[in-house]
């Protein structure tokens, strides 16, 4: 395409050709006012005068069109998906196609915004979408935007200045005016809560739209909790209510609420709410008793010390009562063993008794040990006997009332002999020894010890093994309560790195938490995990085989999941959600019903918190950029039963428009955006020709005058 133009090149300075002119048309006037002969024709010369010196030039471009582009913003949210609006916006979708496809020059964009997965952000966000598809369009080529939404945007600039184009934006509106909804609204919602107190939560419900003659102002919420029965309160509309969220476990708890449904409502998605909340314990008490001091005293003390949930209360005997070294008991520095405090009046303060290389010594009353037995039987408490060489002795505390909660009794032996700690099959299984860094089945990495008193095991689980396969580490659990014995004090070579050391930390940890009852070290075991509508569900067991576990959707439906078998004591098996809720999982064990609970779906309340058609949020900035706002029903209200019905503004594309919107049309502005491919330039008035053409006037002037 070719396109023609005259440039100006002045020969003088441009305030000196400004003054030429001046004088030339001052002369001129002054002729014409003296009504001198020949004034016309010397006007005529000085004005050819002043072209020549203009040094006008043709010039002639040759310009490829570069098109304009339309974007067309296709809002996929999840209220999108309400109702008939899926099939209104791909009846849309298609009118568009036809319309814009019938413009000539014209490249359109389609861009999917807000389509919710795991990593999308929370609500609808148009205009962010719009900014990346805008990276790569230029501004001068930019026709103007389409949007094809409910109204329901979360991200609308404050004015057309912040979109960073000029060009009309246009929003075609899936849904009907007045639409009528109802939703939980969380006003107050813990994150997190002590494990065995409450906090609460406080919500109300709020109602969007035209309210139906037949909608109830009273309500059925309905509450369930896990391990616990689904709980029924009546509530009304705009009520705010209190209610109690307990913390029975560490790790996450849910509390799901559901609203009974109203007729006429647009969607009952939004009438269920999850909270999470984590489950926090407060800090651990461990009470920690050594015997005789020895170099692996102090790897006990730094490991509880060093964990910031643990609060520690350490003695250590270092004057037993049958000593006698003449001393004074004035020039003593010892602190005298509060017994009675601890073993009477406090013992059910504690989480964990460890017995460090203790041997009874009159030291403890013998109604102390069978407090210490009552207390693990009765009271859930956590015993753990690390032994020493005086477990097998006279003074063992296996001849006091502590007898019945041991779980290995001694042979009397002592086996001072270098070995390597193994694990034993139930070892490979269990959460405390599963996975040590180091822990191949026959031939482990760790540094050796060199003592281990020998024991007959009478009840519990070997998951240890070390001198001539004897048991290292036996775990029991005894009424209420949880028990372990490490038949061997030499765990602190691991802490010094001797021959290699070992991972004493991991194991010990592992073994203190095991007593204390973490949820996440329990040999007996089954965990839901969630990601968007896919379910995975984790069984761990001590056993070879597990019995189905029972599905519970929240719509009531239940059936059976078989599962299969993933690793050493693990087994595993994934399913697909059929809707949105919270899904629980049910199975038999040895130690009891297992449950778990997961919430399916991509959970996100500012999305789902309104849902009602709506052009209020969108239209202050639509009108400021010269669009428009028009609903895809004729009328307003979905008058025919077909989706696909839906009428779209027809598309025209203006030049030098200032309206670009009206009742029944949109506007695209024609940017005219161009490359020039080639310049051709032609002088106008230089040369011989000029010069005589000049020459010629002035002569014809003075001749004329002359007359």
């Known amino acids: 395409m070719s396109n023609w133009s005259i440039d100006f090149a002045p020969m003088l300075p441009l305030p000196v050709y400004i003054a030429a002119i001046v004088a030339a048309a001052l002369l001129v006037a002054i002729l014409l006012w003296r009504r001198s002969r020949g004034a016309l024709l010397r006007a005529l010369a000085l004005t050819a005068l002043i072209l020549a010196l203009a040094n006008p030039t043709l010039r002639q471009e040759e310009r490829e069109n570069l098109g304009n582009i339309a974007i067309v913003v296709l809002d996929e949210s999840t209220s999108q998906t309400l109702a008939q609006r899926p099939d209104q916006a791909k009846a849309i979708r298609a009118d568009l196609e036809v319309k814009l496809g019938r413009i000539e020059n014209l490249e359109v964009k389609w861009v999917s915004s807000s389509r919710p997965n795991d990593r999308s952000r929370a609500g609808t966000n148009l205009f962010t979408d719009l900014n990346q598809a805008l990276a790569d369009t230029p501004p001068d080529r930019l026709a103007g935007v389409i949007m094809v939404t409910d109204g329901q945007v979360h991200d609308v600039p404050k004015a057309a200045r912040d979109l960073g184009f000029d060009a009309p934006v246009h929003t075609l509106l899936t849904g009907r005016p007045n639409e009528f909804d109802r939703r939980i609204e969380l006003i107050k919602a813990p994150r997190y809560g002590i494990v065995g107190q409450s906090r609460d939560i406080e919500l109300k419900i709020q109602e969007t739209g035209k309210v139906p003659a037949t ?8 509450v369930r909790r896990e391990g616990a029965a689904d709980e029924d309160r009546r509530i009304t509309v705009g009520e705010t209510i209190t209610l109690p969220m307990s913390f029975p476990h560490a790790g996450q708890n849910i509390v799901e609420l559901e609203l009974s449904p109203t007729p006429g409502e647009l969607t009952q998605a939004n009438n269920r709410v999850v909270v999470v909340a984590e489950g926090v314990r407060e800090n651990l008490r461990v009470l920690l008793v050594s015997g005789k001091p020895h170099a692996g005293e102090r790897v006990w003390r730094n490991l509880l010390k060093s964990d910031a949930a643990v609060d520690l209360v350490h003695f250590t005997i270092l004057r037993p009562p049958q000593k006698q070294d003449g001393t004074p008991i004035n020039q003593l520095s010892l602190i005298a063993f509060p017994t009675r405090e601890l073993f009477s009046q406090k013992i059910r303060e504690f989480d964990l008794i460890v017995f460090d290389r203790y041997e009874h010594r009159g030291i403890l009353q013998l109604l102390y040990y069978d407090n210490i037995a009552r207390y693990v039987e009765e009271h859930g408490g956590a015993l753990l006997v690390a032994a020493g060489e005086a477990y097998a002795g006279p003074q063992s505390i296996v001849r006091t009332p502590l ?8 042979t009397g032996e002592i086996m001072e002999e270098p070995f390597r700690a193994r694990l034993t099959k139930d070892g490979e299984r269990h959460p405390v020894t599963e996975n040590l860094p180091g822990a191949d089945l026959d031939k482990p990495t760790w540094g ?41 004090d030499h765990a602190w070579l691991w802490a010094r ?19 204390m009852k973490e949820p996440d070290l329990e040999e007996e ?26 599905v519970s959707e929240p719509g009531g439906k239940s059936s059976t999941l078989e599962l299969t078998k993933s690793g050493e004591g693990r087994f595993t098996a994934t399913m697909k959600a059929t809707q949105a809720g919270l899904y629980k999982f049910e199975t038999d064990s040895p130690t009891g019903k297992l449950t778990a609970v997961v919430h399916a779906g ?23 950029t010269g669009g428009g706002v028009y609903w895809t029903k004729s009328d307003g209200v979905l008058a025919s039963s077909d989706p696909a019905s839906v009428t779209v503004p027809r598309v025209t594309l203006l030049t030098a428009a200032r309206v670009l919107s009206g009742s ?21 008035f230089t040369g011989f020709m000029a010069l005589a053409a000049l020459l010629f006037l002035i002569t014809l002037a003075w001749w004329r005058e002359g007359r």
Request: aromatic content about 4%; cysteine-free; charged content about 25%.
């Open 602 to 624: 991509i959970a996100d309340p500012r999305e789902m918190s309104e849902v009602t058609a709506t052009d209020d949020r969108l239209r202050p900035l639509i009108e400021e």
């Open 497 to 515: 790195e001797f021959d290699g050391g070992g991972p004493h930390t991991q194991l010990l940890r592992r073994l203190s938490h095991w007593l």
């Open 448 to 488: 050796r010890w060199y003592r281990q008193v020998d024991v007959i095991p009478e009840r519990g689980r070997s998951i240890m093994r070390g001198v001539n396969d004897k048991p290292l580490l036996v775990l029991d659990r005894k009424g209420k309560g949880r028990v372990a014995l490490l038949t061997s």
């Open 525 to 550: 075991r089954l965990r839901a995990e969630a990601s968007g509508l896919n379910l995975t569900v984790i069984r761990r067991t001590m056993g070879d085989n597990v019995p189905g576990v029972t």
């Open 403 to 410: 007898f019945p909660v041991l779980p290995a009794m001694p």
């Open 664 to 684: 029944s049309w949109m506007g695209l502005r024609d940017r005219e955006a161009y490359i020039t491919r080639g310049v051709s330039l032609t002088p106008m």
């Open 215 to 222: 909608a109830n102002a009273s309500l059925i919420l309905k």
